[in-house]
Structures are given as structure tokens and as C-alpha cells.
């Protein structure tokens, strides 16, 4: 069953799992930890951070499912949380009251880090009233401008999210400022490699369309007064692939400002689902990457 929208992946979570968080002295993040072990969407937690302000928030009926990793330096905490993961204590690692680069810098560490494939990337999900489905855009927090390559290695960091969302053939749009191939614009001729390389079957389980607007990609009457209603992608976009960071993460914090969007992120490309949250971000938010990590997990943890 494809999953449309949070409350349906709160339903279908997975409880047997131990959560690492890189700094957990935190009121949003331990708020997030504490609901996520409430409502048994994971069953313990490691927590490196500082012991003493955790205890102050934690609450008693929990101490007994966290184990508390004392940690004051950012890097040493985020190693310590990455350690937990690749021993195999912990199956999904979650960023808390650190810096990013201190963070992914333990994960991309060339001797005990966890990154898997060659490139790590970021998508954020959204649900959304004026949306009939889930909508995920990248990369909206790693990649400033992911060459042609990047941009085929973005698209299939996510083939274990999607099938972890019930979505068996994912339709990506590649967004570009206009739906004609130009050589001034490099989005629009990588867009249509890309498309080229989906209906060659190089990128099995994803089928690519473009170069559109994103008024095509996701509106069927946009599509239509374009002509371009015979695409398979074209107004009914699962996943919007953006040619550079800015266009992606202003899309993703407009969705969050003006349209009411629930949302959740990833990191992707390591060896267990990655939660890269703002430090601004909400405890429901933290919750939404959380569930977000337990569908993307590799089947074999």
C-alpha cells in the first residue's frame, strides 16, 4: 500500500529500533525522542550529549529505555553517536544540538564513518492539502550544484525510502525554468539525459521525465495547457530533482511557510537512514524524519 501521509507511516512503524542521537540536550530533540518512545515507534535510545541537562528533562518512566553517552564536544559527540551506529547498537542516527559540519563530518569519516555510497544527499517530504500525495524534493541540503552523475546518484539514494513508502515506480520530475532543451541552461539538457537514461532502463524503478516547471510537475492543468499531458511524470510528480541547493531549499521551506506542509528529512546515501534536522526545527518535524528513517532502513538491519 503506498503511504500518503504521516499518521499512515505512525501506523505501519517499526518498534524494535535503538535511535543514536548526536547531541541530546536539547528541549525539541528530547521531546521528539520521548514521543517517538511513547508511542513505541522506536524502542531505545543512546543519547550522547550532555548527562546532566538530559536528566533534567528526561522523564523518569524512560530512564530505563535510554542509555546516556556523556559528550560536551560537538565532534566528539557526533562520533560517539556514529560509533553507536556501526557497531550495530543503534540502526538510525539522528542530528540533535550540534553543528551540521561537525555531524556529517563523523558520518563521512573515511575510517569510522558509515557513508555508504559515493555520494551522501538530502530530501525532504511533504504532505500537504493542496497536494493528493507525498512530495519530496532534492537535494535540498548537501549538494550545491550536483553535476550530471550527482544528480543520477541523488535519484537513486532514495530507491529505499520509496519502497519503504509502497511507491513502486517513483515519478521524479527534473525541474528546470523552462520545458525546452537548452544549452545555455544546463538543468534543461541534464534533465533530458536523464529522461534518456530512465526510459533506456538505467535507473530501474524511477521513471524521469523533463525538463519541466515546477507548475508542470505537479499541476495536471498546467500540463495540459502545455501539451505535455502525455508524460507519465507531468502533473503527478512523486519527487522534484532541482538543479542547485538554493531552488530546492527555498522550494522546501515554501511548502513549510506558505503551505501548510507536514514535513520530514533525510540524509541519504549512508549505511542507516541519516536525520539531518535545523536545529529550528519542531519536535513534530524530528518526529516526521524519524518515521521517514524507519521506512527508508535497509531491509537486512
Known amino acids: ?36 518512545l511513547d508511542r513505541g515507534l522506536i524502542a531505545s535510545a543512546i543519547l550522547c550529549g550532555d548527562r546532566i541537562q538530559i536528566r533534567k528533562t528526561l522523564p523518569d518512566r524512560l530512564r530505563s529505555s535510554v542509555e546516556l553517552v556523556p559528550a560536551g564536544d560537538a565532534a566528539v559527540c557526533a562520533g560517539l553517536a556514529v560509533s553507536a551506529v556501526r557497531s550495530g547498537d543503534a540502526q538510525i542516527l539522528m542530528k540533535g544540538h550540534i553543528d551540521s559540519a561537525s555531524y556529517l563530518r563523523a558520518v563521512v569519516h573515511r575510517d569510522v564513518g558509515i557513508r555508504q555510497s559515493g555520494l551522501l544527499s538530502n530530501v525532504t517530504v511533504a504532505e500537504m492539502p493542496s497536494y493528493p500525495k507525498l512530495i519530496a524534493a532534492t ?31 517513483v515519478r521524479v520530475a527534473a525541474v528546470a525554468a523552462s520545458e525546452k532543451v537548452s544549452d545555455a541552461m544546463p538543468a534543461t539538457t541534464d534533465a533530458a539525459a536523464l529522461t534518456l537514461q530512465s526510459r533506456q532502463g538505467k535507473l530501474p524503478g524511477f521513471i524521469v521525465d523533463g525538463p519541466f516547471g515546477y507548475d508542470v510537475a505537479v499541476s495536471h492543468a498546467a500540463a495540459k495547457s502545455k501539451g505535455l499531458t502525455e508524460s507519465p511524470v507531468a502533473g503527478g510528480a512523486d519527487l522534484l530533482l532541482f538543479s542547485n541547493i538554493e531552488a530546492a531549499n527555498s522550494v522546501v521551506k515554501a511548502w513549510k511557510f506558505h503551505g501548510d506542509a507536514k514535513t520530514g528529512s533525510l540524509v541519504l546515501g549512508a549505511q ?13 518535524r524530528r518526529l516526521n524524519s524519524l518515521l521517514l528513517g524507519v521506512a527508508a532502513m535497509p531491509k537486512s538491519l
Open 272 to 284: 542507516v537512514p541519516v536525520l539531518l534536522n535545523s536545529r529550528s526545527d519542531s519536535a513534530e
Open 139 to 169: 537535494d535540498n541540503g548537501i549538494v550545491p550544484v550536483p553535476t550530471l552523475q550527482q544528480k543520477r546518484q541523488i535519484i537513486l539514494n532514495t530507491a529505499e525510502l520509496y519502497r519503504g513508502l509502497g511507491v513502486s515506480e
Open 1 to 36: 500500500m503506498t503511504v500518503k501521509s504521516f499518521l499512515q507511516l505512525t501506523q505501519q512503524s517499526r518498534s524494535d529500533i535503538c535511535l543514536a542521537v548526536a547531541g541530546a540536550d536539547d528541549a525539541e530533540v528530547l521531546d521528539a525522542v520521548v514521543m517517538a
